[in-house]
């Protein structure tokens, strides 16, 4: 196990990605805490999986696009954890329209969770990461491929994210910690589900013709918090079947 005596806090964990990714890194050593939204049965069953590795499991209830709620997360993750050696800031929500049609609240909700939220849970974790700790983004492969015309908010705020990587990989440097960004494809979640309407369309765009597993997504998370990859930072992992190939 690479990850044992690591101390990880995942945002957005109940479920899909998130869920897989908590699980992957109990099963590497580490204790892992968890936000959730709504579902407290399914964070329950993820608290549970992640004590099935002989792992300490933590779980809190936490909107991420509220400012406290997300600063309250981490600072519970550090108390009952006993510190925080790496955050995933995979919280993220989807809404989809073209931008004539977008309502200010789904413009804000998209920016407040999927880019302000990662800012605020990492500038909340900075005081508690020694040398070797890690920040690992989730983001999109919509950030360099918009397929869709109605992807265009959704697709900014995952750019944001690939800024965001590169300043804060700069600014924690010198203290021997790394940010990278993981940018998933299309993954077959109860977000993105590989039945949906558009499924056919996103399997043709990539070079495999299949949806991945949230498990895909979760092994490259794991590969980043290990310690083999201390040379690694402010870089884009692009996991999408060679989608934008």
Do not use: C, W
Request: charged share 20%; no cysteine.
């Amino acid at each position: 196990m690479t990850l044992t005596g690591k101390r990880a806090l995942v945002t957005g964990a109940s479920r899909g990605i998130g869920a897989s990714i908590a699980k992957a890194l109990a099963a590497e050593g580490a204790d892992v805490a968890i936000t959730y939204e709504k579902s407290a049965e399914l964070a329950a069953e993820v608290k549970r999986a992640i004590e099935a590795h002989g792992r300490r499991g933590v779980t809190t209830q936490a909107d991420s696009a509220d400012v406290a709620a997300v600063e309250a997360a981490v600072e519970k993750a550090v108390a009952q954890l006993g510190g925080l050696d790496i955050l995933v800031n995979n919280a993220g929500i989807l809404r989809i329209a073209e931008l004539k049609n977008m309502s200010l609240e789904d413009i804000d909700a998209i920016l407040h969770v999927n880019v302000r939220s990662p800012i605020v849970a990492s500038k909340a974790a900075i005081p508690h990461l020694k040398p070797g700790g890690r920040i690992i983004n989730i983001g999109s492969f919509f950030a360099d491929r918009v397929p869709s015309p109605v992807l265009g908010v959704y697709a900014g705020s995952k750019s944001a994210l690939v800024g965001f990587t590169r300043g804060l990989a700069r600014e924690l440097g010198p203290q021997e910690v790394t940010v990278n960004l993981i940018q998933p494809g299309s993954i077959d979640t109860d977000m993105n589900p590989a039945n949906s309407p558009f499924s056919d369309t996103l399997k043709m765009i990539t070079a495999f013709g299949r949806y991945g597993r949230a498990d895909d997504i979760a092994h490259a998370v794991t590969f980043l918090a290990n310690p083999k990859s201390q040379y690694i930072t402010g870089a884009a992992l692009t996991v999408d079947g060679g989608a934008v190939a």
